[in-house]
């Protein structure tokens, strides 16, 4: 047994002083209140306990003075009023993984252990839910509001084509949601009119001025144009947007030109010039919509001008020509200090890489393996009338147009 005063540090002091076994003290403690105290902010196994507390405690209630009686049922008094307290003050579980199925989501932290499932109303957009690629696209896992916590951000596509629209939504730590952001709104060309029936393509996480989180949301009309690039603040509010005759499949944010800001990359195809694209865009500035000056039927009515950092504009091809396909950045990705891009110019083969510096130098080009392949059949087929000069295709192919704003 410890001397008077001398603080237990630990269960098996605890249970030595008491004579009884750990789990008996750990018992004790769980359904009895014997006043085990532990440290704010320290591990969750770290508890000491006062000799004279263990004592008061062991002895009956019947025979402890008054003055002890009314100290321990004041204990008891703020034990209890502490529990909502305490309960608010578990650390929160730090959600990690998504996985979605037809139903709804199921969120677990990064050991796997199941945090929480969402049901979602209506359900989900079949898809490759399974897929890694998915789950990366469509959600991400960060403290946007500054609460401390992490949220989850998970794009909600309902199932059907042109049914509804899209949401994006933020859960807590806990599963509830927070907040929730329909995308889109009714544009029109002047031929043309959109209802806002959008589907969510691509969700980012981007940092802004002072390192502030930027949500940003790309989204396309289940037409497959136009696409709206929304910039949202940690509580859904929408700050700014952008908007593009085309589509996008993929979207990227990173900080290539080093001033401490993320710019946004986007890849995909320009109606218009019906030409494959990559659009730069600072979050905290876009505005507006891009222009169409080579077809004005795509252009969207009631904006401003568009405010990019720059466009890219990769040239078609004879293949992409010969199969009447219009040309997309089938992907890209961020590497050091250029950005890679590939662009299909056709949907069984054929496609070629880039690689360019932030300002839009193109710093490397190939064609792929299967660009030589495809000439070779389409020459075969009687689609391509010329044979395949690599030179002179590399030539044309490097002809990139970039736009500067």
């Not at 609460?147 to 806990?174: K, M, Y």
């Not at 949202?232 to 080093?258: C, I």
């Not at 389409?378 to 590399?394: N, P, Q, T, V």
């Amino acid at each position: 047994m410890a001397a008077n005063g001398a603080k237990l540090s630990s269960w098996k002091e605890i249970a030595a002083h008491l004579g009884v076994g750990l789990r008996t003290a750990q018992r004790w403690e769980r359904d009895r209140g014997l006043p085990v105290h532990r440290i704010p902010g320290g591990p969750r196994g770290l508890v000491f306990a006062l000799p004279e507390e263990l004592d008061a405690w062991r002895r009956p209630v019947e025979r402890r003075p008054a003055s002890l009686r009314a100290w321990w049922m004041g204990a008891v008094f703020l034990a209890v009023a502490a529990v909502p307290g305490w309960y608010l003050a578990r650390p929160a579980p730090r959600p990690a993984l998504v996985h979605a199925d037809p139903g709804g989501i199921a969120v677990s932290d990064a050991q796997g252990r199941a945090l929480w499932r969402w049901a979602a109303p209506g359900g989900l957009e079949a898809g490759e839910f399974q897929s890694a690629e998915y789950a990366a696209r469509h959600s991400f896992f960060a403290d946007v509001d500054g609460d401390g916590e992490t949220e989850t951000l998970f794009a909600v596509n309902p199932p059907g084509v042109g049914t509804r629209n899209a949401e994006l939504f933020c859960f807590s730590a806990r599963g509830a949601v927070k907040w929730r952001f329909p995308p889109g709104q009714a544009v029109g060309t002047r031929k043309e009119n959109f209802t806002p029936m959008f589907r969510i393509e691509n969700v980012r996480l981007a940092r802004g001025s002072g390192g502030r989180p930027l949500i940003a949301v790309e989204s396309r009309h289940w037409a497959f144009y136009p696409a709206q690039i929304a910039v949202l603040d940690g509580r859904g509010k929408q700050l700014r947007e952008y908007w593009h005759s085309g589509g996008f499949l993929d979207m990227e944010a990173a900080d290539l030109n080093h001033d401490g800001r993320d710019e946004l990359y986007l890849g995909g195809t320009d109606n218009g010039r019906k030409m494959a694209t990559m659009l730069v865009l600072d979050p905290e500035t876009m505005e507006g919509a891009g222009d169409q000056p080579n077809d004005p039927d795509y252009q969207l009515l009631g904006f401003p001008p568009g405010r990019e950092i720059l466009r890219v504009f990769f040239p078609a091809s004879c293949i992409s020509r010969a199969n009447a396909y219009r040309p997309e950045v089938l992907a890209f990705a961020i590497q050091g200090e250029q950005a890679a891009i590939r662009v299909r110019h056709g949907v069984d083969g054929g496609g070629v890489i880039y690689g360019l510096s932030p300002q839009g130098k193109l710093l490397n080009f190939s064609l792929d393996d299967g660009y030589p392949e495809r000439h070779a059949k389409f020459e075969a087929e009687g689609r391509i009338r010329h044979k395949f000069d690599r030179a002179k295709e590399e030539e044309e192919l490097r002809n990139i147009e970039v736009v500067r704003r």
